[in-house]
């Protein structure tokens, strides 16, 4: 299997570490293809980072379809894109918040998502809403810049385990999901600190993209996901115009 790791935005230090968390999870004989954006901001906070991240993601998933992937993960807490890659691309694409929302369901009845920044706790809270798990799921900001997560002497693990701390005991969650590609190295030590399962969407979407590759499941064409009709694209998007189907 050929699963392709795309992160969507052009900090190449969280591609390695997203790479490294698919890489521990992925079964013998599957092979985690990494691949950073080249276009579009350093980190995705918000909205306006979100959409203008689309275009070198989406480049990002086309090459790695032609090149042979048989399955993608959007590296994005977010699911930045999610919907435009589903359309684009004829190969299963998953996104973090939606994998690691579904494995947290299966093991607790509520959990909470603790992410970095409140704007991307109103984002989240959506999500969750979106997915189906607006009863069970809530989600806590621990105020990180998510470029902290890569700079020692930040505070940034201090406060992702103090929300932690909180969810636990204000919450009664059941079970924590880390909500931002960035924290996937910290999935296990916090799993050792606090006994309850904490789930990183990197692993969690890996997982899920080789039961799909090896069911000979792919997305739907018909509907919400077809692809794209032929037209043109004006100015700086026009490499990006749709193709007539054969």
């Known amino acids: 299997m050929r ?18 968390a698919a890489r521990l999870v992925a079964a013998t004989g599957t092979e985690i293809i990494a691949a950073t954006a080249a276009m579009g901001p350093a980190s995705i906070e918000g909205h306006y980072d979100g959409a203008l991240a689309l275009p070198g993601l989406l480049d990002a998933i086309r090459a790695g379809e032609a090149a042979g992937a048989q399955a993608a993960v959007i590296a994005c807490f977010d699911d930045t894109g999610l919907d435009a890659a589903r ?10 918040c939606e994998s690691a929302l579904v494995t947290a369901g299966f093991l607790a009845q509520r959990f909470t998502v603790v992410t970095t920044l409140e704007r991307s706790r109103v984002l989240l809270e959506n999500l ?13 900001a621990a105020d990180i810049p998510v470029l902290d997560l890569e700079k020692e002497g930040s505070g940034a693990l201090d406060k992702l385990r103090h929300q932690i701390e909180r969810a636990l005991a204000e919450d009664g969650a059941e079970a924590i999901v880390l909500g931002c590609a960035g924290m996937a190295d910290l999935a296990y030590e916090l799993q ?36 794209p009709l032929a037209k043109p694209y004006a100015g700086m998007l026009s490499g990006f115009a749709p193709a007539a189907s054969a």
Do not use: C, W
């Not at 790791?5 to 790479?19: C, D, I, L």
């Not at 969750?128 to 806590?140: E, I, N, S």
């Not at 969407?201 to 000979?216: C, P, T």
């Open 87 to 96: 359309s684009l691309a004829s190969i299963p694409v998953l996104g973090l």
């Open 192 to 227: 050792s600190i606090y006994h309850v399962p904490v789930v990183d969407g990197v692993s969690a979407a890996v997982k899920q993209a080789e039961a799909l590759i090896a069911q000979r499941l792919t997305t739907s064409k018909r509907g919400s996901y077809a692809a």
């Open 128 to 140: 969750t809403r979106h997915y189906g798990f607006g009863g069970r799921a809530k989600v806590r």
């Open 3 to 20: 699963i392709l790791v795309v992160n969507p935005n052009t900090t190449v230090s969280m591609t390695e570490k997203a790479a490294e």
